[in-house]
């Protein structure tokens, strides 16, 4: 998350609100975010053809549509120089049915991108004229440099202000661009260490190893400094993520942000060379064409890691399409932190009163007011997040809400701060984890004070938001002191008075609890 926005007026006393960065004014529903509703990209790759349609939030778009077909295109490309009969036939096939759907889903704009297969073989050309004659598809080849731009972007959509180095894997090409900070790309380089490439390379396996490591020798040349995080995007490096995750028993099975270690990379290999592939796919629900990537992928993951050194590898989600997405958007919307934006497209559309979670954020905040800046902003998410399970069943609200948090598909969180938001979620609808049906085991990713904190979270939400449905800090203010154990509730009004019931002072008496002090009301009326 970088940079604030200009400070918005409140909608109700006309006062700016400048400590409010990006959770103040929502681009979502501004004019520029609503031209990038319904974005389609159309990914023609060496071993998939995707379309995707954005939709939601524009700076953290939920997939409205998602279809991929494994083609094939750059099957062979090391024997012949041409994309593969089959996999053509197949891919022209699959781009009619996108273009006609695309069509009725009534997407502007639809872009459509090509990248190693059809930029290098002889026939690429040719097949981009009949793409074009038969679907009124305009296809954009990207050569490689241009296309490790672009993945890199689609890192900086979920990660702004990302720093280190993205590696993007196809079926035909890998690329490497530098995440420079600030949104910057620096460096890009292109190579041709794709494992439907390396399949062509005559003299075993001691002739492709020789290969790989001849490359990437001279890409962490290039590059130089040791990069502190290394980005994998691309289908086969999600494959052996999936397979990481098994090994290890990981409980949360959300590839976005996932983090491992160069050890544990290493470990991984090891355990793929080891195990028969059917085996490895019934564990991870890999498909056959993309398993067949993966002993060659491994190969090259094996001397990337070594080569650049990297203290921490992190597989994203997010590449070349949204990427695109991404190139579209002016810097104010690029500056927005795709978690807070998400959150109040989230509340708009689906809360019993949006716009009331700003309200509850500046009720329940004097209890985190030494918190750090990025748990202030779990807390900012939590708020405008706690009343969109509503229309669940009361006694499976509290569930959904939580499964709802850490496998949502969103961007700008690690997956401890799913963890924590969905835990706190939790009790903002029930106040005690017993005879909650949720993987407990996704509790030893966050450390037990983290437990806490997201805890008393949910019971300040579970307060706040009965207390009073319309800025409760007009009728109340919770005022905390730690070293005196004591944690008071002011009430400023005779409504606040008449607001306070049994119930409001159970639940007032259950954060303090949670918080291990002692509650006290004041009446300052």
């Known amino acids: 998350m970088t940079g604030d926005a ?4 409140d909608r109700d006393t006309a006062e700016p609100h400048p400590d409010w960065g990006p959770f103040g004014a929502p681009l979502f529903d501004g004019p520029q975010a609503r031209a990038l509703s319904r974005v389609g990209v159309i990914d023609i790759g060496s071993n998939s053809v995707r379309l995707v349609v954005f939709d939601g939030a524009a700076r953290s ?6 279809e991929k077909i494994l083609c094939g295109l750059g099957a062979g490309f090391a024997e012949t120089g041409r994309l593969n009969p089959d996999g053509r036939a197949r891919a022209l096939i699959a781009l009619k049915r996108f273009a006609a759907l695309a069509l009725g889903m009534d997407v502007s704009p639809l872009l459509t991108v090509a990248t190693a297969a059809v930029r290098d073989a002889e026939d690429g050309g040719e097949f981009r004229a009949q793409v074009e004659a038969e679907t009124g598809l305009h296809m954009i080849v990207v050569d490689g ?10 890192v900086l959509l979920g990660w702004p202000g990302a720093q280190g180095l993205i590696c993007d894997i196809g079926g035909s ?32 396996k001691k002739a492709v190893r020789a290969h790989i490591k001849d490359r990437i020798g001279q890409l962490a040349s290039d590059f130089g400094d040791r990069p502190e995080r290394l980005f994998l995007v691309g289908g086969s490096w999600r494959a052996i993520a999936r397979i990481d995750m098994e090994r290890r028993g990981y409980p949360l099975k959300v590839l976005h942000e996932y983090r491992m270690t160069p050890r544990a990379i290493m470990e991984t290999i090891k355990y793929i ?32 890691v070594r080569s650049f050194k990297p203290r921490e590898v992190a597989i994203s989600s997010y590449g070349i399409r949204e990427g695109l997405l991404y190139e579209q958007m002016n810097d104010e919307l690029r500056r927005r932190d795709p978690l807070i934006e998400a959150a109040r497209h989230a509340e708009a559309q689906n809360a019993r009163l949006p716009g009331f979670g700003r309200a509850l954020y500046k009720f329940v905040e004097p209890l985190f007011a030494s918190a750090r800046p990025e748990r202030k902003r779990l807390v900012r998410a939590a708020c405008l997040l706690h009343d969109v399970s509503w229309r669940a069943h009361p006694d499976y609200r509290a569930e959904v809400c939580f499964d709802n948090a850490t496998r949502a598909n969103l961007g700008g969180m690690t997956h401890a701060e799913r963890v924590f938001l969905g835990l706190a979620l939790l009790h903002r609808y029930k106040s005690s984890r017993s005879g909650t049906n949720f993987n407990t085991e996704l509790l030893n990713l966050l450390p037990e004070t983290d437990v806490i904190q997201a805890e008393i979270l949910g019971r300040a939400m579970r307060f706040g938001a009965m207390f009073a449905l319309d800025r409760p800090t007009d009728h109340g203010r919770l005022k905390l002191f730690p070293k005196k154990k004591l944690l008071r509730l002011h009430l400023l009004t005779a409504s606040g008075c008449d607001l306070f019931g049994e119930v409001a002072e159970a639940r007032f008496q259950a954060l303090a609890g949670a918080i291990g002090v002692e509650g006290v009301v004041i009446r300052d009326v």
């Open 273 to 304: 060379e080891q195990t028969d592939t059917d085996t490895l796919r019934a564990q991870t629900g890999t498909s056959e064409a993309r398993m067949r990537l993966v002993p060659l992928a491994s190969e090259v993951l094996r001397v990337l």
């Open 61 to 66: 778009p939920a997939y409205f549509f998602n």
């Open 145 to 154: 440099e241009e296309e490790a731009r672009l993945s890199a972007q689609g």
């Open 173 to 204: 090409s890998m690329e490497l661009a530098k995440l420079e900070g600030e949104g910057r790309v620096g460096r890009c380089e292109t190579s041709d260490l794709g494992p439907l490439k390396l399949m062509g390379i005559k003299g075993g």
């Open 6 to 9: 200009t400070p918005v007026l």
